[in-house]
């Protein structure tokens, strides 16, 4: 165990359409989140487990997703079921792929960073109205960001840090965390409404705005002190 | 009709643009292969009096030799895409499309050396050319988010443009040269877009599905 297990924020649910695929990282960890044609979404370690190539530069078939290398295909499972080369043969269940609890929620996709505990998300908030804004990927580290966020007056932390509460500009904005990796951290902003409340142009200002906050944010880092690598001492997920 | 010669090194992103654009056109050109890795032909006399630069992509046409993929791009719009839906007339959008192309031509191309430098060797300042293709990577992410909220899949209007056609490959081959596209959302999504124009093709680093 390298980090706290927990539920995260990882992609903005409408920027990841059926039947695609995304790397991404938590806590350092590549990660490689899909979407099936029928609109689940699931979140798996990012390796092949035939010579380890990203999963996520592969491609989303109906139910199963292939490996850009040689085509092997997964089920939603994450179970080898067919090898192109060997197209005869019945895959033995080994050969499958790490998966992580992985659900739509807020706009967002979520996924748990431990891959035994099963814990359900539970979030202050839910709503299924939501406008989202954007992913803002921000090269500071996730502590330091978490910090600067907390000290700034139109920012509340909820939900033991997965979620920060925004009163800038138009009300009811609200950002997923996710530590992203060792110094870079990605924030998934919507609106709590639907798009009809918040129509394009709210959203293109709330954009602007997030984009001056990620230079404020590297502009100036608050230090991070925590020991290289220990994520499981971050203050907020105590 | 005069012939439209396209001298061209695969593994090359500016070439790319080009083949990219000719296939969207529908247009029938010969290629010539030209040996830029390890051969150098590029710098050979005989290249050497078609682009004084030494660099590819270079197009000819009957008396015509004009290099460069921005302004290649450029001269086969107003040539063969007699609708005027690649490059618009109208002075708002064609003033932000060469605005576009500029960016293609300069701050992107850092891009390309980046790769260049990965792939071939080519030297190059490493930690200055990935800063300066990342922050170009994050400008066009920037915008194609905006972009998104007028339900635009595109860079500029409601169509397809040139600029897309100078902007994808350098994004499309950036993990030739390490860099992921996990930070970039809407690049993603624009890309997948750019894959199902009309005539689209690939090339070594850029498969046909994603
Ligand atoms: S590495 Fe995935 S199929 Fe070979």
């Not at chain 1, 269940?93 to 967002?108: E, F, H, K, Q």
């Not at chain 2, 031509?105 to 071939?120: K, N, Q, T, V």
Request: charged fraction near 20%.
């Amino acid at each position: 165990m390298s980090f706290s297990g927990g539920w995260y924020p990882v992609a903005l649910s409408n920027q990841l359409e059926p039947a695609t695929s995304a790397g991404t990282r938590l806590f350092d960890r590549e990660i490689c989140i899909w979407r099936d044609s029928d609109g689940g979404v699931h979140a798996w370690e990012d390796r092949c487990p035939h010579r380890g190539m990203r999963l996520s530069f592969g491609f989303v078939r109906g139910d199963r997703i292939a490996c850009l290398y040689h085509g092997w295909q997964y089920d939603m499972q994450g179970r080898c079921r067919f090898i192109p080369a060997h197209p005869q043969l019945d895959v033995p269940s080994t050969i499958r792929v790490a998966t992580y609890p992985c659900i739509d929620r807020l706009g967002m996709v979520w996924m748990c960073s431990d891959l035994k505990m099963e814990m359900p998300l539970d979030l202050p908030i839910d709503r299924r109205d939501i406008a989202p804004v954007r992913s803002l990927y921000v090269d500071c580290a996730p502590i330091a960001t978490m910090q600067a966020l907390s000290a700034r007056s139109e920012c509340t932390v909820l939900a033991g840090g997965a979620l920060i509460s925004i009163h800038a500009g138009p009300q009811n904005m609200i950002a997923g965390f996710q530590p992203f990796g060792k110094g870079k951290t990605a924030l998934h902003i919507v609106f709590l409404g639907s798009p009809e409340q918040y129509p394009g142009n709210a959203r293109r200002s709330a954009a602007v705005w997030a984009e001056e906050l990620r230079h404020d944010l590297e502009r100036e880092p608050v230090p991070d002190t925590a020991p290289a690598g220990s994520y499981e001492a971050a203050p907020w997920r105590s | 009709m005069a012939k439209l010669t396209l001298y061209d090194y695969e593994l090359d992103d500016q070439c790319y643009k080009v083949r990219l654009f000719l296939g969207a056109l529908g247009c029938l050109y010969d290629k010539v292969a030209v040996d830029v890795h390890p051969g150098s032909e590029h710098r050979s006399a005989r290249y050497l009096r078609l682009n004084p630069l030494g660099a590819l992509p270079i197009l000819t046409e009957a008396d015509l030799t004009i290099y460069g993929a921005e302004a290649i791009l450029t001269y086969l719009a107003l040539k063969y895409d007699t609708a005027r839906v690649w490059l618009p007339e109208k002075p708002e959008t064609f003033g932000r499309i060469m605005q576009w192309l500029a960016f293609s031509g300069s701050i992107l191309s850092a891009a390309s050396i980046a790769r260049a430098h990965a792939l071939f060797e080519i030297e190059a300042d490493e930690t200055k050319v990935y800063r300066k293709a990342r922050l170009a990577f994050r400008l066009m992410e920037d915008h194609m988010t905006k972009q998104q909220f007028d339900d635009t899949f595109w860079f500029i209007g409601n169509t397809a443009t040139i600029v897309d056609i100078a902007l994808f490959p350098n994004i499309a081959l950036s993990r030739d040269f390490g860099v992921d596209h996990d930070e970039y959302p809407a690049l993603r999504r624009w890309m997948a877009h750019v894959r199902g124009i009309p005539g689209f093709i690939t090339m070594p680093g850029i498969p046909a599905y994603h």
